[in-house]
């Protein structure tokens, strides 16, 4: 698979992912489940940082919640 193509299945998956982390990540890592695992321990480790939370399963927990959203 293209570089393009991963690029386009990682935004179909996250669709919250803009198009420069997207590239950025495949060229990183280029296997998209490893982009994905990638993006959401991105987004809890700056969850906790900004919360102040340092419980990642907690924090995790809400980010399924949120659908996500940090």
């Not at 997207?22 to 990183?28: E, S, T, V």
């Not at 994905?36 to 700056?46: C, V």
Request: net charge positive; aromatic share 8%; hydrophobic share 30%.
């Amino acid at each position: 698979m293209k570089e393009i193509e991963k690029i386009k299945e990682l935004r179909k998956i996250i669709p919250k992912i803009s198009l420069s982390q997207a590239k950025n990540l495949i060229k990183q890592y280029r296997e998209i489940p490893i982009c994905i695992d990638k993006f959401h321990q991105k987004n809890i480790n700056t969850i906790c940082r900004l919360s102040g939370c340092y419980e990642e399963e907690k924090v995790e927990k809400y980010y399924k919640i949120c659908n996500y959203n940090i």
